[in-house]
């Protein structure tokens, strides 16, 4: 904790990081504004093939080296929230086989692309191999699908449950943020400490193990708190009459 506290910086990285958290949940918000539920489900998906991509990458934030794909998770994690508050926990246990059956099917087309063999004239297929390989020998998407599913249905399945049996503790509008902070600080726990073992054992050191198991959930930490306000906004804006469900948008009653 002092190593931390002793190195910590700010700069670009931390700009960039921040606008991009911020930029995440803005579009998320929106797409509910405007979307309704499927706003919000769409971005399952999408958050959760780009967290599996981004996670492969390591930088430096506030002066501790970690891995990309907090945020893109977080966003899973507001979804969820959100979902729990407002729509209850059928909705919200929906995000986690759409979760799962996107990681699996996204390994499976990727490496049937792979199988094709590339043109001689190909400068792609040895970096797309790097990424999205089969080889569980090393990080590849193989092993960092492995580990997402197991982190993602597991800390996913808690987050509903904890939201709903907290809310039946803490029922008010102003208790929002007792409800989302608690589950998702809980759940982000149990994402973190499977994910970090299963995905990046015997490729990194104990020691770097657990700097990134550290200094990842300090920042999925920060990452849940930051989303409060956002959860406040969706069930205002729910509460006010203004969300529009696809349907309702499709049929030109925005």
């Known amino acids: 904790m002092l190593n931390f506290l002793n190195g910590f910086q700010f700069g670009v990285?931390?700009?960039?990081?921040?606008?991009?958290?911020?930029?995440?949940?803005?579009?998320?918000?929106?797409?509910?504004?405007?979307?309704?539920?499927?706003?919000?489900?769409?971005?399952?998906?999408?958050?959760?093939?780009l967290a599996n991509i981004q996670v492969l990458k390591m930088l430096t934030l506030f002066g501790v080296d970690t891995t990309m794909g907090n945020i893109a998770i977080g966003g899973v994690f507001l979804v969820s929230d959100i979902l729990s508050e407002i729509e209850g926990k059928k909705y919200a246990r929906k995000l986690v086989s759409i979760g799962f059956i996107t990681m699996i099917f996204t390994t499976i087309v990727m490496n049937l692309a792979l199988a094709v063999k590339p043109a001689t004239s190909d400068t792609f297929q040895t970096h797309l191999m790097a990424i999205f390989g089969m080889e569980i020998t090393k990080l590849s998407v193989i092993r960092i699908t492995v580990a997402s599913l197991a982190a993602f249905v597991v800390s996913q399945l808690f987050d509903v449950w904890a939201y709903q049996i907290i809310r039946k503790w803490k029922p008010n509008f102003k208790d929002i943020w007792i409800r989302n902070n608690l589950s998702t600080v809980v759940g982000q726990i149990i994402d973190n400490s499977l994910f970090t073992i299963l995905a990046f054992a015997?490729?990194?050191?104990?020691?770097?193990?657990?700097?990134?198991?550290?200094?990842?959930?300090?920042?999925?930490?920060?990452?849940?708190?930051?989303?409060?306000?956002?959860?406040?906004?969706?069930?205002?804006?729910?509460?006010?009459?203004?969300?529009?469900?696809?349907?309702?948008?499709?049929?030109?009653?925005?």
């Not at 990842?216 to 956002?230: K, Q």
């Open 13 to 49: 990285n931390e700009l960039i990081w921040l606008g991009y958290l911020l930029f995440n949940y803005t579009v998320i918000l929106l797409a509910y504004r405007y979307w309704g539920k499927v706003g919000l489900l769409l971005f399952v998906p999408l958050s959760v093939v």
């Open 202 to 254: 015997g490729v990194y050191g104990i020691k770097e193990l657990f700097v990134i198991a550290f200094s990842t959930y300090f920042l999925e930490l920060f990452i849940s708190v930051m989303d409060t306000p956002f959860v406040y906004i969706a069930t205002l804006w729910k509460k006010q009459g203004k969300i529009k469900e696809l349907e309702e948008s499709i049929n030109g009653k925005v």
